[in-house]
């Protein structure tokens, strides 16, 4: 079966960055299964999977306004110490959900000066390429409640 809208695929991967360095993997013998063409996965890497089948390989490198987008410095803000319930136990690299007129945003303290805190609301991995490497498990249909429900269970 070729991957394509409303299948479940399941994948093994390792997925690095320019550097080499790895970033994320799947666990060994626990594939990633998703309902493709669905958003699941960033769209560079699922655009890629079309077409592939049960046992082939892929090496996809996706840029990033193909997975989650450049880095926008507007989304690190300076927010003043006093606004955080403890900010004595506020540390860099702290990751926490921030309530906004737009809802929750997950940030991360990036620095801690004088009386503010650098808040970041971009992805971790904006403006990285990635850089993936693996191999289609599993290919097959979905079935109705995952269509429903918009994910492979």
């Known amino acids: 079966m070729l ?7 399941s994948i093994e991967y390792t997925l690095k ?3 080499g360095t790895v970033i994320d993997q ?9 309902l493709h063409g669905f958003g699941n996965i960033i769209p560079g890497l699922e655009q890629e999977l079309v077409g592939k089948v049960a046992g082939d390989g892929f090496q996809v490198t996706v840029k990033p306004e193909d ?6 410095e507007q989304l690190v803000q300076q ?43 971009n992805h971790p991995l904006a403006g990285v390429t990635l850089h993936f490497e693996g191999k289609v498990v599993d ?6 409640e995952e269509l429903e429900h918009g994910h492979a269970h």
């Open 17 to 19: 960055d320019d550097d």
């Open 79 to 121: 927010v003043p110490l006093a606004t955080f319930p403890e900010p004595e136990k506020l540390e860099v690299g702290m990751r926490f959900t921030a309530q906004t007129e737009q809802g929750d945003i997950p940030v991360v303290i990036t620095a801690i000066e004088n009386d503010e805190a650098s808040v970041d609301a």
């Open 3 to 9: 991957i394509g809208d409303k299948c479940v695929v």
């Open 139 to 144: 290919v097959r249909d979905a079935t109705e």
């Open 26 to 34: 799947s666990a060994e013998g626990q594939p990633l299964a998703y």
């Open 67 to 72: 997975a989650y987008g450049e880095r926008m």
